[in-house]
């Protein structure tokens, strides 16, 4: 499936616990008195019961992966309907109406997630920590000892389609709204 995004946003790549099998996914019900776009590989947070999109420094409560109606049944899918509004096939505006719409969250703590970063990585900021950039859906390229919402785990030197690339690294949550980040 081409995603409307296309290589922006947290892609889940593999766990740092090896023979793990999936990882953790959590369903919350998406806020539905806000007009902001959420996109599959969004960071995103917990505000006030309701999934939103994580702002730059805030904790993140995991990745956002998909949407479901409240029949569990991806709103992607031919034949579902839902009341807000869905761009291409990755991308869900809620309505204000108060229809149940969830975000499908990975929510793993050994989750390593493929991102592409504003600007270059190198190898010497394996183990700093980073931010996201005011969309959510990108690291910022500066990484910092301070603990962040990020941590580049590796640097990735080599995409998926065999070319070189000098921005992109596998990252895992840093700062959880679900785990203590001390135990993280």
Known sequence: MAYTSEIKGFWYKKSLRPGADAPMRLEVILASDTSVALTIGDAVQWTSGYLTIAGTGESVLGILEGFVDANGRNIFQQG????????GDDTYTPASSGETVKGVVNVDRDALFLNTADSTLAQAEVGLYFDTTSSSDQVTSTGSATQ??????????????????????????AESQLYNAAAA
């Open 80 to 87: 579902v309907s839902v009341s807000g509004t869905k761009s």
């Open 148 to 173: 962040s919402q990020f941590q580049l785990v590796e640097s990735v030197t080599t995409d998926d389609e065999g070319n070189a690339d000098d921005d992109c690294g596998l990252f895992r949550i």
